[in-house]
């Protein structure tokens, strides 16, 4: 498992394909909470990605394992369920 506290505020997540996800908010447990701003049509709050989806951290960038629009996907709201 990826050593979570190599993350930080405003790192970038992409996607294995290099698209862009979003930006990191903070780890919260052993999920990455993304920008409000990052959350498309729910910029009301706030989304998640389980860190079970990263596949590296590079530099500033989290690399994700799934390709960037199968992440969106698998997107999660703060209670855990995925996204409505």
Same mark, same amino acid.
Request: aromatic share 2%; net charge negative.
């Given at each position: @498992? +990826? &050593?979570l506290s190599q $993350? #930080? /505020? =405003? @790192?970038e997540v992409i996607g294995a394909d *290099?698209? #862009?996800? *979003? +930006?990191? &908010?903070?780890? /919260? *447990?052993? #999920? $990455?909470k993304l920008i409000k701003a &990052?959350?498309?049509s729910h910029s009301d =709050? =706030?989304?998640y990605l389980s860190a *079970?989806? $990263? !596949? !590296? $951290? /590079?530099g500033d960038t989290v690399r994700l394992s799934a390709n960037g629009d199968a992440a969106v996907l698998l997107e999660e709201e703060e209670g855990g369920g995925g996204l409505d």
């Amino acid at each position: @498992m +990826t &050593d979570l506290s190599q $993350i #930080r /505020e =405003h @790192m970038e997540v992409i996607g294995a394909d *290099g698209v #862009r996800v *979003g +930006t990191v &908010d903070k780890v /919260e *447990g052993h #999920r $990455i909470k993304l920008i409000k701003a &990052d959350s498309g049509s729910h910029s009301d =709050h =706030h989304h998640y990605l389980s860190a *079970g989806l $990263i !596949a !590296a $951290i /590079e530099g500033d960038t989290v690399r994700l394992s799934a390709n960037g629009d199968a992440a969106v996907l698998l997107e999660e709201e703060e209670g855990g369920g995925g996204l409505d």
